[in-house]
């Protein structure tokens, strides 16, 4: 039973919630929408806190039978009434939270459901004890306000004496001749007896008995699964999915309760950040994806779909749910096109110590959440623990080393916070890799880090210095998630072609997530007559470092880059963002520069230095990286060399192995006496098709 109807809600502080006053009097409390958020009404726009009531009508429940109250999605955290009674506390926005109501529902058929809500602002500085995770953050990716609310169903349900409280599926193995599904139930029993599970893998059917004490019981079992129809990244392979039924009741057939959710077949494996599915090995080719929206009752399942569904035909793999878990719907939709998944814990920042219990609940709930999808590849438990500070720096030597040794302090957050959250998550899914954190460079006494967050061109340093830095700190580049460079959207209220350049900066960087001072060093807005030049300048300029990041780390594949993430994918409100599609997305041109450098096979040079001088000898190499699983034959390269007054052309043919970077020739190349702009046109014809162009300045 959904309890829908009626709610009323009025600012927080206001005494005994749950005293079950019959006169009760909801004059002066407004009327709220569930599942919605508090902020969309206007009476409550700014609070922190508030009150929400609700009277519903049931009958008490049958001999035998159990009530549940279930709360599936609360934003952020709620104290819970019902008929006067105190039911308890719960935090955390994407799990469902339940409650036995069996006792406080008895002898009465009108029932009255109070809760105290809190939900702190989105702010730029989310660390802290909470754990909202990107959906707290603003400006960049949402927008400043508060997400508050009841924002998915309220519902009581009715169970026999045992209730399936949790239940977490994992693929262990699965090979051509058989899989293994390994499951994880918390029952609760209302008294000690035997108990029968049901499980259904497809078709194929299992049966076991247990003991069960009264209260709660953790139940582990494995199901084998002969022949599987395996899960494939849409590169690879087609979607089948299973559905996984669970059934408890009594040896003689009573049903208590029983749960079905659907997943995929498929293995997972990571060495070194390099990444195989079903044994076959993937460079993987990403972008982050911030929340969908910051009213997530009100997230439309057909933009969700929309979304996974653009990052497919960009070439995509991967996306990374950054810092936050997602809506139902995006599950569903990377299941279904065969889209892979970094899922973040919603940990982003230094936590305080004291939260290692909060966190580790956290993990716990992540993977009962979203672990039977077979797009989920990988756990996250904490991104940039060691802060935002420590992920900026100079692009000057001092700077560079500052940043470096930051990374080197001991920590609680990563040597006591992580390492809980990551055996958690270990415990509890066995199934998949798992990341302790994100974004620390390589440290002592190890000298191993994870995946960078780079930002090269942007927050620090320039984009050219990646090839340099590559070289100097190979480890550094096994897996680098986080890289790009903001540019405005197409058009938003606040860029106003009549007042340039005298625009809103202060509110664009508060409201809007502009990143002032990366923007003036890298594109500064005083360098440009109008808006619109300025708004080319910025777009060019992001496509440029997007498609160069990517070209660099593909032909640095497997030695030692693994894959790459791009930061981040669409925009949820206006923003001066680092997003690729803007708020209503229109695709900037970064979205095709980076489906450009994202196609199956691609060819690419080492770069050319920017300033050239005549008499100076060049030589650089000329390489083919491919995707496909199978060799491609029959190509033939043409490299075209052009400047003032003069051209040199140089051609080869070959072919490209599977999943490989080849070199496929070098030019060595006497620079002229000349002067002006030069340019290397490189073309890749036969099987695959594909083009490239090199810019530079020859100072004669």
Known sequence: MELGGKWVAAPGGGGLLGFPDEGFDDSGW???????????????????????????????????????????????????????????????????????????????????????????????????????????????????????????????ESTGEVRIMGLRVATLGASERRAVVALQADLDASRAGLVRLR???????????????????????????PEPRRWWPHRLGDQPHYDVVVEVGTPQGNLSDRRRVRTGLRTVEMDRWQFSING????????????????????????????????????????????????????????????????????????????????????????????????????????????????????????????????????????????????????????????????????????DGTDTHLWLGWKRGFERDLEQFAARWPRAVRFVSQFGAQSPPQEMPLLCPETWPDLDWARLARDHGLDATAMNRHVPPRDHTTLEDWQEAAWAYQAMVVRRHIETLRRLKYRPAGGFCQHFFADSHPAV??????????????????????????????????????????SFGVHVVSDRQEPVAGLHVEAALEWP?????????????????????????????????????LRLTGPAEATNRYDAVIYG
């Open 280 to 447: 076959v090995r993937m460079f993987l080719k990403g972008a982050g994806f911030g929340p969908a929206s910051p009213w997530w009752a009100e997230v439309d399942e057909a933009d969700v779909r929309r979304d996974v569904g653009l990052a497919k035909e960009a070439g995509l793999d991967l996306i990374r749910l950054y810092g936050h878990v997602g809506p139902p719907a995006l599950y569903q939709a990377a299941d279904e096109a065969g889209i892979l998944i970094w899922q973040d814990l919603p940990l982003v920042g230094p936590f305080p110590q004291g939260s290692r219990n909060t966190a580790t609940d956290c993990a716990r709930a992540a993977v009962g959440a979203v672990g039977a999808h077979p797009s989920v590849m990988l756990w996250c438990g904490h991104v940039n623990p060691l802060g935002d500070s420590a992920s900026r720096g100079s692009e000057s030597p001092p700077g560079m080393a500052r940043h470096l040794a930051s990374h080197q302090r001991p920590s609680w957050n990563l040597s006591v916070l992580d390492r809980s959250v990551k055996r958690e998550l270990e415990r509890r899914d066995p199934s998949r890799p798992v990341v302790a954190y994100s974004g620390v460079l390589p440290h002592l006494p190890r000298l």
């Open 30 to 156: 407004v009327s709220v929408p569930v599942p919605g958020h508090w902020e969309r009404v206007s009476d409550l726009g700014g609070e922190t806190e508030v009150r929400y009531r609700h009277r519903f009508n049931q009958q008490p429940p049958a001999a035998g039978e159990r009530r549940w109250l279930v709360f599936e999605g609360v934003l952020y955290q709620a104290d819970i009434w019902l008929n006067g009674g105190y039911l308890g506390d719960v935090e955390g926005y994407f799990m469902a939270h339940q409650f036995d109501i069996t006792e406080a529902m008895g002898g009465r058929r009108e029932h009255l459901l109070a809760l105290e809500l809190s939900c702190p602002p989105r702010s730029p500085d989310i660390s802290g004890s909470h754990m909202l995770g990107a959906l707290g953050q603003a400006p960049e990716l949402l927008p400043p306000g508060n997400s508050g609310g009841l924002w998915a169903p309220v519902r009581v």
């Open 645 to 681: 007054g003069g051209s040199q052309t140089w051609s080869w043919a070959g072919e490209v192995g599977s999943d490989e970077c080849v070199l496929v020739g070098t030019i060595n190349w006497r620079i002229p006496d000349a002067s002006g702009p030069a340019a290397l046109h």
């Open 199 to 225: 499980t259904a893998v497809g078709e194929v059917e299992h049966s076991d008995d247990h003991v069960l004490a009264a209260g709660l019981n953790h139940v582990e079992w494995r199901v084998a699964v």
């Open 577 to 618: 963002s680092t997003a690729l599609l803007d708020w209503q997305r229109w695709p900037k041109p970064a979205y095709e520069a980076l489906a450009k450098a994202c196609q199956p096979v691609i060819v690419v040079a080492d770069r050319l230095p920017p300033e050239l001088t005549p008499g100076d000898e060049l």
